[in-house]
């Protein structure tokens, strides 16, 4: 009886820690949300000197409190799910030991000012947490979206990179060293910055053939930067059908799963009601 007394309590905690679709679900990932925002802010706001001089015990008082936080977060987390080392070794579950680890080593360096770009890896925590009804379907039709069209997009960059390349040699012979072209790797660059539209301009054609290439570059850039976007809207547009929950399993966190998913479709294990 005790035994599924806990696991029942431990299934409550998972529903609440990992999932978004009952009300303290809802309540945990919003508080969890200012936490993550409110610490960032604090994080750059140390970076002011008059505001860290003036405020910084209240900064590092915030700071361990927010820490201590997320220590408590991450111990219920690998509590609550059937396999901790699935979660304590997923993208998230490392973000999440990072978001609070640097600043227990702080007091133990002079330097401790290089730990706030780590500290910053907090920001990632908050696509976990828009998974609420609102944002679920959005996320995951992204990310299918992005999956499904990353062959074509390879396929596409590929022939981007032997242009850049191609059009970087011939630049190169055109030019010459003395209009700035001085090797094939510093043509290609400039092959780049001009076919992307960026134009830094601090290689510039003189000859006439080499404008008349440069342009025909820049033409041509606006009409490769539509292709991936074209690719990518195609296969998001498939996609908007599908119906997705907030629902994690228990077991191996795995989530997207369909509003009337009972069992996880990656372990199979039974997923809570």
């Known amino acids: ?30 508080l969890l949300l200012v936490a993550i925002v409110s610490s960032l ?24 409190t927010v820490t201590i936080l997320f220590t408590i977060e991450y111990l219920l987390r690998i509590y609550a799910i059937g396999k901790p080392w699935k979660y304590i070794f997923s993208f998230y579950g490392i973000i999440d030991f990072i978001s609070f680890v640097p600043t227990y080593f702080m007091p133990l360096f002079n330097q401790s000012q290089y730990f706030v770009v780590v500290r910053t890896f907090r920001l990632l ?33 590929t022939a981007v990179l032997t242009l850049v390349i191609f059009m970087g040699t011939l630049m190169y012979l055109v030019e010459g060293k003395t209009n700035g072209f001085t090797s094939i790797p510093q043509s290609i660059y400039w092959a780049i910055v001009t076919l992307t539209t960026v134009g830094y301009g601090d290689i510039v054609p003189h000859t006439v053939l080499g404008k008349f290439l440069a342009s025909f570059i820049m033409i041509l850039g606006y009409g490769i930067i539509a ?26 966190s795995r989530e997207g799963h369909e509003i009337d998913a009972e069992f996880c479709k990656k372990c199979g294990a039974e997923l809570n009601p």
Not at 41 to 64: D, P
Request: hydrophobic share 40%; proline share 2%.
């Open 1 to 30: 009886m005790q035994k599924s007394d806990n696991k029942s309590f431990r299934n409550k905690v998972h529903e609440i820690i990992f999932e978004a679709d009952t009300f303290y679900g809802k309540l945990f990932d919003i």
């Open 41 to 64: 802010i604090a994080v750059m706001l140390e970076s002011i000197n008059s505001f860290q001089q003036k405020y910084g015990t209240i900064l590092r008082i915030f700071e361990w």
């Open 125 to 157: 925590r908050v696509f976990r947490i828009l998974k609420l009804a609102r944002y679920v379907r959005g996320s995951k039709v992204l990310v299918t979206a992005l999956k499904q069209s990353r062959g074509k997009i390879v396929v596409f960059l």
């Open 227 to 252: 292709v991936p976007t074209g690719i990518f809207a195609a296969e998001f547009a498939r996609k908007t059908d599908e119906q997705i929950s907030t629902q994690s399993c228990p077991d191996c």
